[in-house]
């Protein structure tokens, strides 16, 4: 498969079933390709205003040909209003201090990367991941990426974002926190953050990776509305009862012109 715009070429690879990890008794495949080069960026945004997310330089969409629940979401950060509950997590964490750095592994964050893991995926594949892993899933990247840090006022680290920065967005990668306060919320005030960086610079979207009607531990990402969801090749405003698509947005998303 073939992408053509700004006169780029990207080829694409399915990869062979596997075992889906978020639906039992499934498989998955995907269509990958490689961010290479200087033109990297511009695919990535590309891709990612189609559907696909970024894991070290590698771009990636759900292909399964028997499942199309993996739906791809963003928050349209200029018409997002926080609710209540949102305004009292983010007073909860008012006194967190947030720096926002180049994408560089560190000790104290593969610490804290691995409480995280033990505590809520003692039993998935990240937590068996070394400290050489976690600074290739942190280093390996060939687009725009930062680092968000939040640190205690003791300047202790509680949280860390992996964002990648878009043209339209920013797009979080991945995030662990403390797990031992709970009573923060961290996951959820981490995306209230990234929306509110977002609205600072008049960036349009915060893109959340995937959403799965079927998998529970997806369903807090539907609380986040305005969202939409990019399903038949448009974006869609999704309806925060049952994910339900609503008329498609006027954002376009990139074109696919030849399989090869």
Request: hydrophobic share 35%; charged share 25%.
């Amino acid at each position: 498969m073939t992408v053509n715009q700004r006169r780029l070429t990207q080829h694409y690879f399915m990869t062979a079933p596997m075992p889906c990890p978020y639906l039992a008794g499934r498989f998955e495949r995907k269509l990958v390709t490689e961010l290479r080069g200087p033109e990297a960026n511009n695919v990535h945004d590309l891709l990612s205003r189609a559907g696909f997310r970024r894991s070290h330089s590698i771009a990636y969409l759900p292909a399964c040909s028997e499942c199309d629940a993996c739906v791809p979401v963003r928050v349209r950060c200029q018409d997002f209003k926080p609710s209540k509950s949102f305004r009292r997590i983010s007073a909860r964490n008012n006194d967190l201090i947030r720096n926002v750095l180049p994408p560089s592994a560190t000790q104290e964050q593969f610490q804290l990367f691995s409480q995280y893991q033990d505590a809520r995926h003692g039993n998935g594949d990240m937590a068996r991941m070394d400290a050489r892993d976690y600074r290739a899933m942190i280093e390996d990247s060939t687009v725009d990426t930062s680092i968000f840090e939040y640190r205690r006022p003791d300047g202790s680290l509680i949280a860390v974002a992996l964002v990648d920065n878009l043209s339209d967005g920013l797009s979080a990668v991945y995030s662990f926190f403390d797990p031992k306060e709970q009573r923060r919320g961290l996951g959820t005030f981490i995306i209230l953050d990234m929306i509110k960086e977002a609205q600072s610079f008049e960036i349009p979207h915060v893109y959340l990776g995937y959403w799965i009607d079927e998998c529970r531990k997806m369903s807090y990402k539907m609380r986040f509305q305005p969202l939409e969801g990019f399903k038949a090749g448009e974006w869609a405003r999704m309806d925060d009862g049952k994910g339900a698509l609503d008329e498609p947005h006027d954002t376009k998303p990139a074109s696919f012109t030849s399989i090869d």
